[in-house]
């Protein structure tokens, strides 16, 4: 997994690096009276794939707003909980959607860029590395384990983690109580049967 994320690591750069290239990117503004919600999965999907559906042309909208805003802080941001107040000049309009008012005062639905635009460039890099950090350590730790059971709760605590990584690409999961505590739990969880194996390996040696 750790091989995996630097490669999906390298493939978003490329991609961001290729849109920004001469502007690319406004290529792919969507067409504002097109842009709506969708009420059967299938026309959802369907309109997600083509970048008509209103969630995620919001989305792209912010995500370039916060690209653009960090070029101006890159190193410390503006500072935790100032996104909203400051995004609106950075937005594009040819990107606006019918829910760009904002009024329920959302921010940017990416955790990446959220901690870039905040909290500047070290933040970034630093979730990134945890996210490198974690599953590198954790399938060592699940590859050591001997016992099924163990083997199930660094899985479990492994899935879970990917399942909040992936979900913050397009969200902020880790600034709310429920799903940011259930992240470090796991990785307390594996740290803890990884504890519980070291000790159980050092009890069962025979005494010289």
């Known amino acids: 997994m750790h091989w995996v994320i630097l490669a999906f690591y390298v ?3 490329a991609l961001v690096f290729w849109l920004a290239k001469q502007n690319t990117y406004l290529s792919y ?8 919600m969708h009420e059967s999965i299938e026309d959802h999907i369907v309109a997600t794939i083509q970048g008509t559906d209103i969630s995620s042309a919001e989305r792209y909208y ?12 890159p190193v410390f941001g503006v500072g935790p909980n100032n996104f909203y107040d400051y995004y609106k000049p950075y937005t594009i ?3 606006r959607t019918w829910v760009s008012r904002n009024p329920e005062r959302s921010t940017t639905h990416n955790y990446f860029l959220f901690m870039l635009v905040e909290q500047g460039i070290p933040a970034l890099v630093l979730y990134a590395v945890l996210i490198f950090v974690v599953f590198f350590y954790g399938q060592k730790v699940l ?22 990584f992936i979900n913050n690409f397009f969200s902020e999961l880790l600034e709310t109580d429920k799903i940011g505590s259930l992240f470090y739990l796991s990785i307390a969880v ?19």
């Not at 503004?29 to 709506?36: A, G, L, M, N, V």
């Open 11 to 13: 493939a978003v750069f």
């Open 62 to 73: 912010r995500w370039i707003a916060a690209l653009r805003m960090s070029t101006d802080n």
């Open 143 to 164: 590859f050591r384990q001997k016992d099924r059971f163990s083997r199930t709760v660094v899985m479990s605590a492994m899935c879970c983690i990917a399942a909040v």
């Open 29 to 36: 503004k969507p067409k504002f009276e097109k842009t709506i």
């Open 93 to 95: 309009t040819s990107f």
């Open 190 to 208: 594996i740290l803890a049967v990884d504890f519980a194996s070291k000790q159980n390996s050092l009890t069962e040696r025979p005494s010289a």
